[in-house]
Protein backbone atom coordinates (compact mmCIF):
# COMPACT_ATOMS: atom_id res chain seq x y z
CA UNK A 1 0.00 0.00 0.00
CA UNK A 2 1.30 3.41 -1.20
CA UNK A 3 0.07 6.82 0.67
CA UNK A 4 1.05 10.09 -1.37
CA UNK A 5 0.40 13.40 -0.33
CA UNK A 6 1.05 16.46 -2.22
CA UNK A 7 2.36 20.09 -1.00
CA UNK A 8 3.27 23.28 -2.50
CA UNK A 9 0.53 24.65 -4.67
CA UNK A 10 -0.71 28.04 -4.29
CA UNK A 11 -1.27 31.24 -5.78
CA UNK A 12 1.58 32.74 -8.40
CA UNK A 13 1.92 35.68 -11.05
CA UNK A 14 1.97 34.45 -14.79
CA UNK A 15 5.86 34.05 -15.39
CA UNK A 16 6.53 32.55 -11.81
CA UNK A 17 7.61 29.45 -10.37
CA UNK A 18 6.27 26.92 -8.25
CA UNK A 19 7.74 22.87 -6.96
CA UNK A 20 5.24 20.86 -5.93
CA UNK A 21 6.20 17.88 -3.73
CA UNK A 22 4.79 14.54 -3.05
CA UNK A 23 5.92 12.47 -0.51
CA UNK A 24 5.10 8.34 0.11
CA UNK A 25 4.86 5.86 2.31
CA UNK A 26 5.12 2.39 1.34
CA UNK A 27 8.71 0.62 0.60
CA UNK A 28 8.24 -0.34 -2.42
CA UNK A 29 8.19 3.72 -4.06
CA UNK A 30 11.31 4.19 -5.27
CA UNK A 31 11.09 1.45 -7.74
CA UNK A 32 7.43 2.68 -9.13
CA UNK A 33 6.44 4.52 -12.04
CA UNK A 34 5.69 7.94 -10.74
CA UNK A 35 3.27 10.58 -12.61
CA UNK A 36 2.18 14.33 -11.99
CA UNK A 37 -1.56 15.37 -13.59
CA UNK A 38 -3.46 17.77 -13.77
CA UNK A 39 -7.40 18.75 -14.02
CA UNK A 40 -7.90 22.39 -15.09
CA UNK A 41 -11.58 23.58 -14.04
CA UNK A 42 -14.31 22.44 -16.20
CA UNK A 43 -11.76 19.92 -18.24
CA UNK A 44 -10.49 16.21 -18.17
CA UNK A 45 -7.65 14.94 -15.63
CA UNK A 46 -4.16 15.03 -18.10
CA UNK A 47 -0.79 14.19 -18.03
CA UNK A 48 1.73 16.35 -17.30
CA UNK A 49 4.71 14.21 -16.38
CA UNK A 50 6.08 11.14 -15.46
CA UNK A 51 8.68 8.49 -14.78
CA UNK A 52 8.39 5.53 -16.34
CA UNK A 53 10.14 2.64 -13.98
CA UNK A 54 13.16 2.12 -16.18
CA UNK A 55 13.83 6.20 -15.11
CA UNK A 56 12.89 7.59 -18.30
CA UNK A 57 10.93 11.10 -18.62
CA UNK A 58 7.77 12.08 -20.36
CA UNK A 59 6.25 15.59 -20.57
CA UNK A 60 3.23 17.08 -22.04
CA UNK A 61 3.91 19.19 -24.96
CA UNK A 62 2.05 22.30 -22.86
CA UNK A 63 5.12 21.77 -20.78
CA UNK A 64 8.26 20.52 -22.43
CA UNK A 65 11.03 22.91 -21.11
CA UNK A 66 9.04 24.50 -18.34
CA UNK A 67 8.07 21.95 -16.26
CA UNK A 68 10.80 18.95 -14.80
CA UNK A 69 9.97 15.88 -12.94
CA UNK A 70 12.17 14.32 -10.55
CA UNK A 71 12.91 11.83 -7.31
CA UNK A 72 14.47 11.22 -4.61
CA UNK A 73 14.37 7.82 -3.81
CA UNK A 74 16.24 8.18 -0.64
CA UNK A 75 13.29 10.86 0.84
CA UNK A 76 10.42 8.99 -0.94
CA UNK A 77 9.63 12.06 -2.68
CA UNK A 78 8.82 13.35 -6.09
CA UNK A 79 8.68 16.63 -7.40
CA UNK A 80 7.15 18.97 -10.03
CA UNK A 81 9.44 21.79 -11.20
CA UNK A 82 7.19 24.77 -12.69
CA UNK A 83 8.81 27.44 -14.09
CA UNK A 84 7.41 30.35 -16.55
CA UNK A 85 3.61 29.54 -15.52
CA UNK A 86 0.97 30.84 -17.72
CA UNK A 87 -2.71 31.08 -16.67
CA UNK A 88 -3.65 27.92 -18.67
CA UNK A 89 -1.51 25.52 -15.73
CA UNK A 90 -4.14 26.38 -13.59
CA UNK A 91 -5.17 23.23 -12.11
CA UNK A 92 -5.53 20.89 -9.61
CA UNK A 93 -2.31 18.93 -9.63
CA UNK A 94 -2.23 15.02 -9.04
CA UNK A 95 1.03 12.87 -7.95
CA UNK A 96 0.45 9.41 -8.62
CA UNK A 97 2.48 5.70 -8.37
CA UNK A 98 1.91 2.28 -9.95
CA UNK A 99 4.40 -0.85 -10.19
CA UNK A 100 3.70 -0.65 -13.98
CA UNK A 101 2.47 2.45 -15.58
CA UNK A 102 2.00 5.76 -13.89
CA UNK A 103 -1.33 6.69 -16.43
CA UNK A 104 -4.78 7.32 -15.58
CA UNK A 105 -5.09 3.98 -14.06
CA UNK A 106 -2.43 4.28 -12.05
CA UNK A 107 -3.22 2.57 -8.22
CA UNK A 108 -2.00 5.37 -5.99
CA UNK A 109 -3.53 9.41 -6.00
CA UNK A 110 -2.57 12.09 -4.26
CA UNK A 111 -5.04 14.41 -3.00
CA UNK A 112 -4.30 16.91 -5.14
CA UNK A 113 -2.60 20.73 -4.50
CA UNK A 114 -4.00 23.46 -6.20
CA UNK A 115 -2.48 25.99 -8.26
CA UNK A 116 -3.50 28.73 -9.53
CA UNK A 117 -1.57 31.46 -12.10
CA UNK A 118 -3.16 34.80 -12.50
CA UNK A 119 -2.20 37.02 -15.26
Known amino acids: QVQLVESGGGLVQAGGSLRLSCVAS????????VGWYRQPPGKRRELVAS???????NYADSVKDRFYISRDKDKNTMYLQMNNLKPDDTAVYYC?????????????WGQGTQVTVSS
Open 96 to 108: NADPDVAGPLALY
Open 26 to 33: GSFFSIYA
Open 51 to 57: ITTGGMT
